[in-house]
């Protein structure tokens, strides 16, 4: 319980920049002092390794929160009845939770779908770099922002409208 609370503390406390320039810029140290070797990282996997860790963080309080807001009373109705600890989370509290954890795990992948812009500080080759290369290649900015910026949209959008229809259901 310790390690997982500083784990979320220390990551959805700290700016996912900085963590990303962590990873990156100092795992090739702590792989040399640690295991005597030294190695090149790819700022793709870094930058996948970051950021589903910062996500990580964020997931595990939304779902700590959507179990702990199920009222005390199903707990106790399922132990009259008989389930066990992992039968009550199964059949009762999980299947309540996960209808209050949907727009807010939503929320997070939305963000998370935009955060990955950060990445293109560590080289990572995403949507914002690509847009800013073929900016700076054809000296004209306005049109491959716009397309990032469309782009980013249709992601975004399709995410919420399937999102708005899976709550409906």
Known sequence: RAIATVYVEVFRGTPMMLQIMIFYLCGPIFTRVLFGFVYTPNPFIVGIF???INSGAYTTEL????????DKG???AAQTIGLDYFQTMRYVILPQALKRILPPFVNEFI???KDSSLLSTIGAVELLQTATVIGGQYYNYLIPLSLATV???VMTLTIS???KKL???
Do not use: C, D, G, P
Request: without cysteine; glycine residues 0%; positive net charge.
């Open 167 to 169: 709550e409906r259901r």
């Open 151 to 153: 782009m980013y949209l």
């Open 161 to 163: 409208h399937f999102a």
């Open 74 to 76: 199903q707990w106790e």
């Open 63 to 70: 779902f700590r929160s959507a179990i702990q807001s199920i």
């Open 50 to 52: 970051a950021v589903s």
């Open 111 to 113: 963000v998370l779908i």
